[in-house]
T-cell receptor, first 117, second 110 residues
Framework: GAGVSQSPSNKVTEKGKDVELRCDPI?????LYWYRQSLGQGLEFLIYFQGNSAPDKSGLPSDRFSAERTGGSVSTLTIQRTQQEDSAVYLC???????????????FGEGSWLTVV | RKEVEQDPGPFNVPEGATVAFNCTYSNSASQSFFWYRQDCRKEPKLLMS???SGNEDGRFTAQLNRASQYISLLIRDSKLSDSATYLCVVFSSNTGKLIFGQGTTLQVKP
């Protein structure tokens, strides 16, 4: 597609349920990022995929969070046993190559707004 | 200390004013720098990249000072439509991650 596509755009779930959030990056983009933004807060890095390299998972807040990227394209972020503090917008972004000082940058999807009740 | 720090504001300015935002970063290996704009309940969008020589795009001027590890954004002749949160973004090759500042909120008043 023309831009980064995320689904669902909105999700309300009960505490303790699992949720899956999907990201379809811009075609041809090799790098994919997940960020989380709580209301009124800054962006929190979660995980980064680059090509076939092992993902950088250093930002995942707990072992309830996991992400995978199949075939180097679509990515799924899974949150198990959701808690109320997981409520946030989950933003996916992609870029055409690993950023290396070239000035290349990343483009965001519109986010998946998660509310845990 | 946060890797990227910004004054959260808010900055309240009248239309036509000039306003400047600063951002400091802690990782001296940082290579690429950007300013993003985020409107309320929207995703961040690239405003401009920041180059060592400084760069200008219309009313917006970005500067980078590597020695002092700070980045600035200057907005001249502020418009109502400039009201948003401005995010300072730093890429460091040794971590391979883009790190976002908390953002600076600008409110331009008529």
């Amino acid at each position: 597609g023309a831009g980064v596509s995320q689904s669902p755009s909105n999700k309300v779930t009960e505490k303790g349920k699992d949720v899956e959030l999907r990201c379809d990056p811009i075609s041809g983009h090799t790098a994919l990022y997940w960020y989380r933004q709580s209301l009124g807060q800054g962006l929190e890095f979660l995980i980064y995929f680059q090509g076939n390299s092992a993902p950088d998972k250093s930002g995942l807040p707990s072992d309830r969070f996991s992400a995978e990227r199949t075939g180097g394209s679509v990515s799924t972020l899974t949150i198990q046993r959701t808690q109320q503090e997981d409520s946030a917008v989950y933003l996916c972004a992609s870029s055409s190559d690993k950023l290396s000082g070239s000035g290349n940058t990343i483009y965001f999807g519109e986010g998946s707004w998660l509310t845990v009740v | 200390r946060k890797e990227v720090e910004q004054d959260p504001g808010p900055f309240n300015v009248p239309e036509g004013a000039t306003v400047a935002f600063n951002c400091t970063y802690s990782n001296s290996a940082s290579q690429s720098f950007f300013w993003y704009r985020q409107d309320c309940r929207k995703e961040p969008k690239l405003l401009m990249s920041v180059y060592s020589s400084g760069n200008e795009d219309g009313r917006f001027t970005a500067q980078l000072n590597r020695a002092s590890q700070y980045i600035s954004l200057l907005i001249r002749d502020s418009k109502l439509s400039d009201s948003a949160t401005y995010l300072c973004v730093v890429f460091s090759s040794n971590t391979g991650k883009l790190i976002f500042g908390q953002g600076t909120t600008l409110q331009v008043k008529p």
